[in-house]
């Protein structure tokens, strides 16, 4: 497996949880990694990534001043932290890396997938 996410869970509006991505080096290393999720009868968006080198990073709208991704180089991890959770956040999150050092919002560009993990906030 070269992409192992986990950390989602039930949590209340205005909570926090924190997703992690456990990849393996080769892929790791010179891809940018990133986020999406797909809520039930919706097309998979984008959420979150970081470039190659954690030296940029690019949010969705909806996610913007309420999440962070970040980069674990030692443990070759991609961290999401959610804060200030609203019940339209809940979807299965996939994280993905990217063939590309810089990453973008389109998943096509994202060549490696997780197996997702589920997020559901209740109002």
């Known amino acids: 497996v070269q992409l192992q996410a986990s950390g989602g869970g039930s949590v209340q509006a205005g909570g926090s949880l924190r997703l992690s991505c456990a990849a393996s080096?080769?892929?790791?290393?010179?891809?940018?990694m990133g986020w999406f999720r797909q809520a039930p009868g919706k097309e998979r968006e984008f959420v979150a990534t970081i470039a190659w080198n954690g030296g940029s990073t690019r949010y969705a709208d909806s996610v913007k001043g309420r999440f962070t991704i970040s980069r674990e180089y030692g443990k070759t991890m991609v961290s999401l932290q959610m804060n200030s959770l609203k019940p339209e956040d809940t979807a299965v999150y996939y994280c993905?890396?990217?063939?590309?050092?810089?990453?973008?919002?389109?998943?096509?560009?994202?060549?490696?997938w997780g197996q997702g993990t589920q997020v559901t906030v209740s109002s």
């Open positions: 080096s080769r892929i790791f290393s010179n891809n940018a």
């Open positions: 993905a890396a990217s063939r590309r050092p810089v990453g973008g919002d389109n998943y096509a560009t994202y060549t490696h």
